[in-house]
């Protein structure tokens, strides 16, 4: 992507964004996720009706007298989004390339994030780690992570979705939302996957164009795998070929999401050919209601 384009595409994403964190998306946006939980706030002493659980044994002998141990939610969240930025995911129908839709949910979550004040952090991969990003808090900080999602030109093609997540698995020591944005056109990433969904408030966003699913009705169309560059020729006038291709895909769908059902992972589906902010919108409410 030229310099000019690229900056044109990042001002747009940022006003788009913005407008709609603004708007719509912030104050679900802190319902929907799960936080730390609860954190030490201070001892105070005790009356009755108190939980005898929590008083603090070595405060009262030394006051003589019983104290408690009172605590309060954990406000603040650390949000690290895992971005799939491998070859794959270059193309898509001809309103927006699935790279562009992730550029823009990415855009959309991280502001969301910053609005209430959290941190955010970012991990790009291909079959690689292509950029780690520590989360920090401050909107100076989001722009610059939408800006290097969108400029970021990956070194590898494949994708390796575990290595993300044993990455930022190692990095995230305290309870946070993780959010992976991919394809999942990937394999052995469940197991990590699972540890994952029992430290962290896990979502997985996978990227769909219709040409995932229904196969073009055409002559013989030569496909390219982008990750591997290997080449086949398929019969698109062919309606089993078209009917094994759909329950192909259909099956794939299924699969992913049972096994992200299992592990109590939360899925969102965003489809290219939609707009990419009301899909999420939709699963903001449909999540805080839920």
């Keep these: 992507m030229d310099r000019a384009r690229l900056l044109s595409s990042v001002k747009r994403i940022q006003l788009v964004a913005t407008r709609l964190v603004e708007n719509l998306l912030a104050g679900d946006y802190r319902s929907v996720f799960r936080g730390p939980g609860i954190e030490f706030d201070e001892v105070r002493e005790y009356v009755e009706g108190d939980d ?20 309060r939610e954990e406000r603040e969240l650390t949000l690290v989004l895992l971005v799939d930025v491998s070859a794959s995911l270059m193309f898509g129908s001809p309103q927006r390339t699935r790279r562009e839709v992730v550029a823009e949910l990415f855009a959309l979550l991280s502001l969301a994030a910053a609005v209430n004040n959290d941190r955010v ?26 800006a290097d999602t969108i400029a970021v030109e990956p070194k590898g093609r494949g ?15 305290r309870r946070g939302v993780v959010i992976v944005i991919s394809d999942f056109k990937t394999h052995g990433y469940l197991p990590d996957l699972t540890l994952m969904g029992r430290r962290h408030d896990v979502i997985a966003i996978r990227i769909v164009d219709p040409l995932d699913r229904e196969f073009p009705q055409a002559g ?38 049972a096994e992200c059902r299992r592990r109590r992972i939360g899925t969102l589906e965003v489809r290219t050919d939609r707009d990419p902010a009301a899909q999420l919108i939709r699963f903001f409410e449909s999540r805080k209601s839920g």
């Design 52 to 71: 005898a659980r929590q008083i603090d044994w070595n405060v009262s002998s030394r006051m003589n007298s019983p104290y408690t141990k009172t605590f």
């Design 121 to 146: 952090g970012a991990v790009l991969f291909s079959d690689q780690i292509e950029s780690w990003v520590a989360p920090k808090k401050g909107k100076r900080h989001v722009l610059r992570l939408i």
């Design 159 to 173: 994708s390796d979705l575990a290595l993300a997540l044993r990455t930022t698995g190692e990095a995230l020591k």
């Design 220 to 257: 013989l169309i030569r496909l390219e795998d982008p990750e591997s560059q290997r080449t086949i020729l398929a019969p698109g006038s062919s309606e089993s070929f078209r009917k094994a291709y759909h329950d192909f895909w259909e099956a794939e769908r299924r699969s992913w999401l």
